[in-house]
């Protein structure tokens, strides 16, 4: 009688070649990136004439420092709907970065937002009944506020000197959002602060290619 041999296990590599490509991207999240400020590259550095909070800083750099700030609180990436409207339990999207920085710069962008749409409605069309708990959270808002509000500006990257810290940046058709950073990649572009997904989490990174730029911002007041 022949005796019975279970076959040879096929060594499934694509799981080791999968795994090992998820940790280098969670250590991606962590490595340092070699940044440059304007100065150090020739780049005019444009300042804002105001200063909503009379902080002794002007609106475009207390937007990054307060987008900064956010982000270091460490939140977890998670949609969820808020009664009041804002997070409350160390989650968020991308667009938390955004009220946030204008929080820290003087702005209440949620009274704006929810103001603009009660007086303005044919402007949000794609809104079919406000909802102040949730309408200023939503990327697609945002980016029709910020067109009616605020400087529009280049989506292309060819001069560097167009790209300053404290811009709002619009990804995809309203995917993402972001708000530029005060540090460059050697090119002059900025980095962005923004809140991404599960992997990327809340960074400060050389991001800014990642996607399609559809909307490029400025704002003064």
């Given at each position: 009688?022949?005796?019975?041999?279970?076959?040879?296990?096929?060594?499934?590599?694509?799981?080791?070649?999968?795994?090992?490509?998820?940790?280098?991207?969670?250590?991606?999240?962590?490595?340092p990136?070699?940044?440059?400020?304007?100065?150090?590259?020739?780049?005019?550095?444009?300042?804002?004439?105001?200063?909503?909070?009379?902080?002794?800083?002007?609106?475009?750099t207390?937007?990054?420092?307060?987008?900064?700030?956010?982000?270091?609180?460490?939140?977890?990436?998670?949609s969820?709907?808020?009664?009041?409207?804002?997070?409350?339990?160390?989650?968020?999207?991308?667009?938390?970065?955004?009220?946030?920085?204008?929080?820290?710069?003087?702005?209440?962008l949620?009274?704006?937002?929810?103001?603009?749409?009660?007086?303005?409605?044919?402007?949000?069309?794609?809104?079919?009944?406000?909802?102040?708990?949730?309408?200023?959270?939503?990327?697609?808002?945002?980016?029709?506020?910020?067109?009616?509000?605020?400087?529009?500006?280049?989506?292309?990257?060819?001069?560097?000197?167009?790209w300053q810290g404290?811009?709002?940046?619009?990804?995809?058709?309203?995917?993402?959002?972001?708000?530029?950073?005060?540090?460059?990649?050697?090119s002059?572009?900025?980095?962005?602060?923004?809140?991404?997904?599960?992997?990327?989490?809340?960074?400060?990174?050389?991001?800014?290619?990642y996607?399609?730029?559809?909307?490029?911002?400025?704002?003064?007041?």
């Amino acid at each position: 009688m022949k005796r019975y041999t279970k076959p040879p296990r096929r060594k499934k590599w694509w799981l080791l070649v999968l795994g090992a490509a998820l940790v280098l991207a969670a250590m991606w999240r962590f490595l340092p990136q070699r940044w440059y400020t304007a100065e150090e590259l020739g780049i005019p550095r444009l300042q804002s004439a105001l200063d909503a909070d009379s902080d002794g800083t002007e609106d475009w750099t207390d937007l990054v420092l307060g987008a900064r700030s956010y982000i270091a609180t460490d939140p977890h990436y998670q949609s969820k709907y808020y009664a009041g409207g804002y997070p409350d339990d160390g989650l968020g999207v991308c667009t938390d970065v955004i009220w946030q920085a204008f929080r820290a710069a003087g702005y209440e962008l949620k009274e704006l937002v929810d103001a603009d749409i009660a007086e303005n409605r044919d402007a949000y069309p794609f809104i079919q009944t406000q909802d102040r708990n949730i309408d200023f959270r939503r990327v697609e808002t945002l980016d029709a506020f910020f067109r009616r509000h605020a400087q529009v500006l280049t989506n292309a990257f060819d001069d560097p000197a167009q790209w300053q810290g404290g811009d709002i940046v619009i990804f995809g058709d309203c995917d993402h959002i972001a708000i530029c950073s005060d540090r460059r990649n050697r090119s002059g572009i900025p980095f962005i602060i923004h809140h991404g997904n599960p992997i990327d989490e809340a960074v400060e990174r050389n991001q800014i290619y990642y996607k399609e730029v559809t909307g490029h911002f400025r704002w003064n007041g």
